[in-house]
């Protein structure tokens, strides 16, 4: 009886070890979840053989540090036979240089998702949809609004990108230059209108200081707000000359013809000015490590970002980072293995508490989003939520060209006296021959 005790226990010994076996990081991932998709058994070899994924990236979006938290640390815990190498395009080494090469990364990132019309034509267009099948990703787990950006930017019903961060739009006050002159913090739920007229009560000259009370950044900005496009991708024209962007320019310079706001200021400049104490309100992006405010957190706040009565509750458009896997790539399972990684729950959480804005839908990650900064602390970062991004518009290759032609023509308007009418058309009729220089070099 003894005898055949033993023998039963030492059989369910050996099966018990036989489905560990099976069930080891060669057949499932770390989380004990099979990615590999029907039958991880097949798989599991080819998976542990070492490889190697080349990322690349534009330079100076993401510090080495981020890199080595947010990429290759987490997909070595996870997967210890990838090897991540992330690289910057530098000089010389440029996304367009390197597919000339042959030296395309396996993953590529972009940090405007209005970039895919570059990535178009240099071939590099690989739908995941088959990947994101085989591993299993729940879709479900973004937010819409940011897949359909992507889905908008390459006008395809599939996916060949995954994001995973965005900006959000806000608006950023000077909490000295209000006490100064002993007007009300800017509230939640402003218009573009309810700014103006705050912005007048505190554009004030003390002494030899200008005071400024609004910068509403570059003027497209405003504009995505109501989804306005830049050039028609069929015709390759010039949409610039509309009765609505007539209306967002008439707007902006309305903004500059404050006595003593004429001054226009984008980007690091305007967010100088705000620190520095002479601007009292900036309608921007996340700039709280671009614009170095953490350097002097005690001065500022922020408030939801202002809207148009015909668009409530409307934000900036989707402004995101995204992944996307080269269609060359010879290791494109492992590929999908460090995307899903970064857009896991715990880096996800991670990048949302250092203040990377997330692009998942549960509440729980905007909840966490800043917990670990100090200077943000106090600060009401519930303001972001209260706009959500504008709809995305099928955008082209040369929306640069109109971005900065747009701004030329707010300067006209406000610096040279050009009516609002004839600024927008000689923007349109520089664009288009800008546009149609290109397409004929290209020839």
């Known amino acids: 009886m003894m005898k055949k005790i033993s023998c039963s226990l030492l059989s369910i010994f050996v099966t018990a070890f036989f489905l560990s076996s099976c069930g080891s990081p060669g057949g499932t991932s770390a989380s004990g979840e099979t990615p ?62 390197l597919v000339a090469a042959g030296e395309t990364p396996d993953i590529i990132i972009d940090t405007n998702i209005y970039g895919f019309t570059g990535w178009t034509d240099l071939g590099l267009n690989y739908s995941l949809t088959d990947l994101i099948k085989k591993h299993n990703m729940d879709l479900s787990r973004f937010e819409p609004e940011a897949l359909d950006a992507i889905r ?56 030899d200081v200008q005071y400024r009370g609004l910068e509403a950044n570059v003027t497209e900005r405003m504009a995505s707000q109501l989804s306005l496009p ?56 996340n700039i709280i490590f671009e614009g170095n405010l953490y350097t002097k957190p005690e001065v500022w706040d922020i408030a939801s970002y202002p809207t148009w ?58 909840e966490a989003f800043g917990a670990d900064l100090d200077y943000l602390k106090g600060k009401n970062m519930a303001a972001i939520y209260k706009t959500r991004p504008a709809k995305s518009f099928v955008p082209t290759k040369y929306d640069g060209i109109s971005m900065g032609a747009i701004n030329n023509a707010l300067d006209a308007v406000v610096n040279k006296g050009v009516d609002v009418n004839t600024a927008l058309r000689q923007a349109e009729e520089s664009v288009n021959q800008q546009i149609a220089a290109q397409e004929n070099g290209s020839n």
Request: hydrophobic share 35%; proline share 7%; aromatic share 10%.
């Open 309 to 366: 009565p015909e668009a409530p509750g409307i934000g900036m458009r989707i402004d995101e980072h995204a992944m996307a896997i080269s269609p060359t790539s010879k290791n494109k399972d492992a590929a999908f293995f460090v995307i899903q990684t970064i857009t896991s729950d715990e880096v996800q959480m991670d990048m949302s508490r250092q203040g990377r804005f997330p692009v998942m839908s549960d509440p729980k990650f905007r």
């Open 230 to 285: 830049y050039v028609d991708p069929k015709t390759k024209r010039s949409l610039l000359n509309t009765d609505q962007w007539s209306k967002v320019l008439s707007f902006a310079a309305k903004i500059h013809q404050i006595p003593g706001n004429s001054q226009i200021t984008y980007h690091g400049a305007a967010n100088d000015l705000l620190l520095k104490g002479t601007l009292a309100m900036l309608a921007s992006v």
């Open 36 to 97: 590999e998709g029907k039958d991880p058994g097949t798989t599991a070899k080819a998976q542990q053989e070492p490889v190697t994924i080349n990322v690349g990236i534009p330079d100076g979006w993401m510090t080495n540090d981020e890199m080595k938290r947010y990429i290759i640390d987490p997909v070595s815990k996870k997967y210890p036979w990838i090897t991540v190498n992330v690289n910057p395009y530098v000089q010389g080494k440029s996304l367009k240089e």
């Open 152 to 207: 908008a930017g390459t006008q395809r019903d599939d996916l060949i990108a995954i994001p995973y961060w965005r900006h959000f739009s806000a608006l950023y006050y000077n909490k000295d230059v209000f006490d100064k002159f002993g007007v009300p913090y800017p509230p939640d739920g402003m218009t573009w209108d309810d700014a103006y007229e705050l912005a007048k009560k505190v554009t004030r000259k003390e002494g």
